[in-house]
């Protein structure tokens, strides 16, 4: 999401009431969205009630209100979450949400069941622990986090251009790059000193990833301003195909400034600790101010120190 918008409770109940009208479905992926320290002037993510509904209960009281004329409208909203990104990057296991007469037809479905050690493990959680205490702890080490992460871009004078001027939930945040300074180019530049994610990275019909590496293990977890997560089929390790693609892009070079996405990177800001994320954010618009003093090598010897 890198504009930072969240649907108003009003076009909620409107989306929702379109869905149950025209019969669409809407498939809600809202992994971050117990994550939310914006929509509320609370320090607790235990008081909901002035959060904007998630669209699953939207729906709920939708068909509570309509019962009293019709049950015949079949639901249609699935909202999906992963304990990955409220308890442990390692916890590779999700779950659903939605009215029972979908469930029961999921539950059908044998890769939708889950085995072993995972499940029951996730459900001691949500069970016995304490998870509002927990997802409290989130909020309140996020927020300092992104705000860190949001002085620190305003320090960088305009060389680093957030695209939301302060991070209100989640991991990340997406900023604008100088003209004519790649992304791609740029994480190269910068490494060992700090990593991030190029913006064609995000883009599944563009060219080649950049040359970066997204693993939260190793190097990753020592720089600061760092993509988080674990090693996953997306690290990059000598002949995998995302390093084979990395080489055709390092081939093509600074022809990846006309990629609209090559002017923007993704920063986590979830990884590290105030201190890394300046220093991180620092050693960036460091890089970035360097390489358009040579797109544009028109400023000062005083603007490029």
Known sequence: ???????????RWRLVRLARTYGFYILADEVYELLDWGSTNASSSSSLSSRS??????????????NARTTSTPPRV??????????APGLRLGWIEAAPTIVKKLNRRGYIRSGGSVAPFAAEIVTGADL??????????????????ATALRETDGILTPL?????GGYFAWVRLPDGVSAV????????AALFLPGPDCDPGGRPAGDVVLSSGGAASS???????DASDDD?????????????????????????????????????????????????????RAAASEVSPTLTCDEQI
Do not use: M, W
Not at 1 to 11: H, K, M
Not at 223 to 229: I, M, P, S
Not at 249 to 262: N, Q, R
């Open 185 to 192: 180019a740029l994480a190269k530049r910068v490494k060992p």
């Open 164 to 168: 939301v001027d302060a991070p209100t």
């Open 53 to 66: 509904p998630r669209l699953v209960a939207v729906e709920a009281e939708q068909r509570l209100s309509d």
């Open 1 to 11: 999401n890198p504009s930072g918008a969240t649907l108003s409770t009003e076009r």
């Open 223 to 229: 720089e600061a301003a760092a993509e988080g997560g």
């Open 132 to 149: 509002d205490a927990h997802l409290d702890a989130l909020l309140g080490v996020y927020r300092r986090k992104a705000r860190a992460l």
């Open 236 to 288: 990059v390790y000598p002949g995998s195909s995302r390093a084979r693609g990395q080489e055709q892009a390092l081939e093509v070079g600074a022809t990846a400034t006309t990629h609209s996405l090559d002017s923007h990177i993704r920063l986590c800001f979830a990884l590290n600790d105030e201190a890394r994320i300046r220093d991180g954010v620092r050693a960036i618009a460091a890089a970035a």
């Open 78 to 87: 699935l909202s999906i979450s992963s304990f990955s990104k409220i308890v």
